[in-house]
């Protein structure tokens, strides 16, 4: 199973980003996915997680209201729009997939907000 984000980059305070993960490998329906984050210094953290089907979303407390989870599952490929940046979210962001026993993480991908 590959996972690949795309999407990080620099904006300003109040600016939006959409970030992409492409899975690849597997049956991307059977899994349940997250974004994660990890500052530097500090430790990595959930950000949102989606059901296999979609229909069930979480969101840590920090992002709620501002930041939106979802997947195509016939593309394969999972979302975080990230909207009312703030310059505290900025870290490298990944993409993870759970199934049974099964994790796998993308490779990450930086976010950066000015203030």
């Known amino acids: 199973v590959q996972l690949v984000e795309s999407g990080g980059g620099l904006v300003q305070a109040g600016g939006s980003l959409r970030l992409s993960c492409a899975v690849s490998g597997s049956t991307f329906s059977g899994y349940a996915m997250g974004w994660y984050r990890q500052a530097p210094g500090k430790q990595r953290e959930l950000v949102a997680s989606i059901s296999s089907t979609g229909g069930s979303t979480n969101y840590a407390d920090s992002v709620k209201g501002r930041f939106t989870i979802s997947r195509d599952n016939a593309k394969n490929t999972m979302y975080l729009q990230m909207n009312s940046l703030k310059p505290e979210d900025t870290a490298v962001y990944y993409c993870?997939?759970?199934?049974?026993?099964?994790?796998?993480w993308g490779q990450g991908t930086q976010v950066t907000v000015s203030s």
């Open positions: 993870n997939a759970r199934v049974l026993l099964y994790t796998y």
